[in-house]
C-alpha cells in the first residue's frame, strides 16, 4: 500500500469511527458515589452493620472515602464487635468509629466547604455535629431505617438548622455488578 492509499483509508478508518454513538448503560455520578459508598463498606468489619461514606465536591471530585471501624492501632480481633453486653466497656458503641467520621477525617483536601457527602444509612446525630461543622452542606443517604430513633431525629433537627440539605438516594437498578474479568 503506497501513503496516498495509506492516508485515505485512515480517513476511512476515522469517518466511521465518529459515527459510533456513546455507551447507554453507563452509571450516572450519584449511582456512582453511592455505589462508592456501598464499596467501602465492604472492607467494614462490623457483623450487625456495615455502613460507608463519599465525600463529594461540586466537581464531582471524591475528598473522603470511609466506612465503620475501630480506630487506628485498636485491633479489630481484640476490640469487642458485639451490643447487648452486661458492661458498655464489652460493646461496639464506645469504640467504632462511623462511616461519616471517618470519610470526613480521611480528606485529601484542605476543606469540605460545600461538599456533599452520599451514605448508605441516614447520619447520626454524632456524625450529623461532624458533618455539619465539617462545611458539608448536602447529604445524599439511601436508607433511614433508624428515623424514629431519637438520635435521627435529632440529626434532622440540627440539619435543619444549620441548613444543611439532606434527600434520599433512590437507584435506578438495585444492584451494580463489577465483574475483574
Ligand atoms: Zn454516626
Request: proline residues 5%.
Amino acid at each position: 500500500m503506497d501513503l496516498p492509499e495509506k492516508i485515505e483509508n485512515l480517513s476511512l478508518n476515522n469517518a466511521q469511527n465518529s459515527t459510533q454513538t456513546k455507551r447507554e448503560d453507563y452509571i450516572g455520578w450519584k449511582e456512582y458515589f453511592m455505589a462508592i459508598a456501598f464499596l467501602a463498606a465492604k472492607r467494614s468489619k462490623d457483623p450487625s452493620y456495615q455502613v460507608g461514606a463519599c465525600v463529594v465536591n461540586k466537581e464531582n471530585k471524591i475528598l473522603g472515602i470511609g466506612y465503620n471501624g475501630f480506630p487506628i492501632g485498636c485491633n479489630d480481633d481484640d476490640f469487642p464487635w458485639g451490643k447487648n453486653t452486661p458492661s458498655p466497656l464489652d460493646s461496639k458503641f464506645l469504640y467504632v468509629c462511623h462511616a461519616e467520621m471517618n470519610a470526613i477525617l480521611n480528606k485529601n483536601s484542605a476543606d469540605l466547604n460545600n461538599c456533599t457527602i452520599y451514605v448508605s444509612l441516614f447520619p447520626c446525630n454524632e456524625c450529623a455535629k461532624i458533618i455539619i461543622q465539617s462545611g458539608i452542606r448536602e447529604v445524599v443517604y439511601l436508607s433511614d431505617e433508624k428515623a424514629h430513633k431519637p438520635m435521627y431525629i435529632a440529626s434532622k433537627k440540627m440539619f435543619d438548622a444549620a441548613g444543611v440539605n439532606y434527600w434520599q438516594f433512590i437507584p435506578k437498578n438495585d444492584t451494580i455488578v463489577i465483574k475483574f474479568t
